[in-house]
């Protein structure tokens, strides 16, 4: 027998069986309660309160478990177990009702199934106008982008800093940059900086919100440098809580219409200040406006004439007929042109060239007339003269013919004397020069030498016989020591020179100086078998001819001493330094074209510091001046002798072997010896020289090689003795 919630059963095996039956059925009936439980809130998270869910759980499974304990009892005796989980199971009832208690009021305030429907039918609603309300917003975000990327004018969105946020094609157009290379820049960099300020000012005045928006006119840089007009346009956009989020911009480009408004600036400035009086009137001849010039001209202020008609500046007589004349013009031709008689405010009358054309309105028809009128009334009275002297005039007309022709020969004479490149070439041509100007007299070029002591012929020109004398003292010319033009006749009461012979003097003669930078270079003289030819007019052109002349052959004896200072050493009379570099370089390209060999020499005179300590600079630089006219009678006309520099001499040998200039150094070295050299009357004694001989392209392929390798030797010619001649060792095989 056993006890079983305080009833006692017969040990019956079938009643035991149903006891252990009905336990296990009701144990498998509550753990499927929490299995339900558990997939409903998974499937529900949504739900509140999931805790009770897992509560409610956890008592079943603990009262399912009593159950089978139960029908394990009756095989063995567990009593204690199942006071426990009794117990548990007590306990957590209690406690989870003492929670459902105080959990009552929030359970009570969830909506019950009713307004559970109708909030969920309200929250479809809710659903259906967000859904509506994002499709508008997306179809509006979607018309915006459309409207912000293909808009016809730039738009941008430009953050608080200046950076821009988002730009469309159109701005990049505008400002020729690209839309990745603009986002990488700001609006500071490429508004110009005048603009700055302002543009600065009304940013602040956003921020601030002393303004909604802006406008104003702005230029950017272009991509390419030049500058770009815009309409700019800025509005600020705000957060819901009112903070600044970023600008929109509008930019539109006004280039064009600044140029064009430049243009009508410049054509109204040119309206007002130009010298020719412009009168605009529509078709029937009332004025519309009318310049500065015209106020000047016709002597009525624009205020009195504004409204009027044209004919007030003509005779009445003629203004009628005019007026016809030009309209009838304009419609067939669309321009008249012509003179006009008009009358001034004070009743004076003038006359003004005047061109009339048509004014066009919009829509290609004529609406206006614009008159451009010059005042020729001075004009007219000036050719008035002109006719008048116009035969006076003409008697001077072969004389200015014949000027022009002797101006153009004086021309030619100037150009060709300036093309000549030396005096000797210059006195050939200058005899052909003078002959045309002079035809029918006979004459030279006499030069004054440079001692100063005798005049010398050095052209001469003509067929008859040269009255004068070739060569003469300067004192025997009135011309030379007068320093002014000197005209004689044969007859016994004109005063001669004393050069010019008077068995061979017939007619007249004129002597002119030529004198360049106030001193006297010689003389032209001129004689005529007949007198009457050497005019006032002639001897006018003499002294022209005497000037150019003078002029020419200073510039070229300038000319020819410049070049000689620039090449030559004013010492030694030989070729400087630089000459040197230059025709050694010369002279080593020509050898290498042609296969030849150039030799150097450089010499040094020996103990030449001796000189300058025993007997002084001066007969120093006496030894240097003895030796280079020594070494330019020894050299050949193709030789170059040069001053290196100091006491150091070089010479350059072209197409020479190494033989030649070995021997010519060595010719050099025992004939300057022969030298003698004196300084104030007492002898300075001999010199000796050291030389060093290179060649090229033995001792180098370079001229600087070459020299470096003749002072390499002439440094062994004194290092081991002085006075000999010293070969520079080869370094470069020859060809």
């Known amino acids: ?139 509006s975000k979607e018309r915006f982008h459309n ?32 839309e990745a290379e603009l986002l990488s820049k700001t609006c500071q960099e490429i508004t110009h900086p005048d603009d700055l300020d302002t543009d600065f000012d009304y940013v602040r005045q956003l921020l601030t919100g002393e303004i909604r928006c802006y406008h104003m006119e702005k230029r950017y840089i272009h991509k390419l440098g030049h500058v770009v007009w815009i309409m700019l346009s800025v509005s600020l956009v705000c957060d819901i809580h009112g903070q600044p989020l970023y600008f929109i911009t509008q930019i539109q480009d006004i280039t064009e219409r600044k140029r064009v408004e430049q243009t009508l600036q410049q054509q109204a400035y040119i309206f007002e200040n130009i010298s020719d009086g412009v009168i605009v009137t529509d078709l029937s001849g009332r004025v519309i406006n009318w310049n500065r010039a015209a106020e000047k001209m016709f002597g009525y202020s624009k205020a009195e004439v504004l409204g009027k008609n044209l004919g007030i500046l003509h005779k009445p007589e003629e203004s009628a007929v005019l007026t016809q004349k030009i309209i009838d013009e304009l419609h067939t031709a669309n321009r008249w042109a012509g003179e006009i008689n008009f009358v001034r405010k004070d009743g004076t009358e003038g006359v003004c060239e005047t061109v009339f054309v048509p004014l066009y309105n919009e829509h290609g028809q004529p609406s206006a007339t614009i008159g451009v009128n010059r005042n020729i009334t001075e004009r007219k009275q000036a050719e008035a003269a002109l006719q008048q002297a116009n035969e006076q005039l003409t008697s001077w007309v072969q004389q200015l013919e014949q000027r022009n022709h002797e101006i153009a020969l004086l021309s030619q004479m100037s150009d060709i004397l300036q093309a000549c490149l030396t005096v000797e070439e210059a006195y050939k041509v200058i005899a052909q020069l003078i002959q045309p100007l002079f035809p029918e007299t006979s004459g030279g070029v006499f030069i004054i030498s440079s001692s100063k002591h005798l005049v010398e012929a050095v052209t001469t020109w003509g067929d008859s016989t040269l009255a004068s004398k070739k060569v003469f003292s300067p004192k025997n010319c009135w011309a030379l020591r007068r320093g002014r033009s000197h005209f004689s006749t044969a007859d016994d009461h004109s005063l001669h020179c004393s050069h010019i012979e008077e068995d ?55 000319t020819e001493a410049l070049q000689q200072q620039s090449i030559r050493d004013p010492l030694t009379g030989l070729f400087n330094r630089r ?69 150091e001499i070089m010479l350059i040998l072209p197409e020479t072997s190494l033989d030649v200039c070995q021997e010519r150094a060595e010719r050099i070295r025992q004939t300057v010896k022969h030298l003698d050299i004196q300084h104030q009357r007492q002898k300075l004694g001999c010199i000796s020289l050291s030389l060093g001989v290179a060649m090229y392209p033995e001792h180098g392929l370079t001229g600087a090689a070459v020299i470096e390798a003749a002072d390499a030797a002439l440094y062994i010619a004194k290092k081991t003795g002085r006075d000999r001649v010293v070969m520079a060792k080869s370094q470069v095989s020859v060809y």
């Open 1 to 139: 027998m056993y006890q079983e919630c305080g009833h006692y059963y017969l040990c019956q095996l079938k009643l035991a069986w149903l006891d252990v039956i009905s336990n296990s059925a009701i144990a498998f009936a509550y753990n499927l309660i929490p299995i339900i439980v558990v997939y409903s809130a998974r499937k529900r998270q949504d739900l509140p309160f999931q805790w009770i869910y897992r509560l409610i759980t956890t008592l079943v499974v603990i009262g399912s478990t009593i159950y089978l304990i139960e029908a394990w009892t009756f095989w063995r005796s567990e009593n204690w177990l199942l006071g426990l989980l009794k117990a548990i199971t007590a306990f957590g009832l209690l406690c989870a009702m003492i929670l459902l208690v105080r959990l009552l009021p929030k359970v009570l305030t969830i909506p019950n199934l009713t307004e559970l429907k109708q909030a969920n039918h309200q929250l479809e609603l809710e659903i259906k106008e967000r859904h509506f309300a994002e499709e508008a917003l997306r179809e």
């Open 579 to 647: 000459y040197l570099e230059e025709s050694l370089e010369r002279e080593i390209s020509r050898a290498e074209r042609s296969q030849k060999r150039v030799g150097i020499i450089m010499m040094d005179v020996d103990h030449f510091k001796s000189f300058n300590d025993r007997f002084g600079h001066e007969a120093g630089d006496i030894v240097l001046r003895e030796l280079g006219g020594f070494l330019r009678k020894q050299i050949r006309k193709a030789d170059i002798a040069c001053r290196y520099g100091g006491e």
């Open 147 to 178: 409207a912000f990327d293909y808009a016809a004018i730039g738009m941008a969105l430009v953050g608080l800093n200046g950076n821009w946020l988002q730009v469309n094609h159109s701005l990049c157009e505008i400002v020729g940059y690209s």
């Open 504 to 558: 061979l003097f017939g007619g007249e003669a004129l002597c002119v100086p030529m004198m360049a930078q106030g001193e006297a270079l010689g003389m032209l003289h001129f004689h005529s078998p007949q007198t009457g030819k050497l005019t006032a007019a002639k001897q006018q052109l003499a002294s022209a001819v005497a000037e150019r002349i003078a002029l020419a052959l200073a510039n070229l004896k300038l």
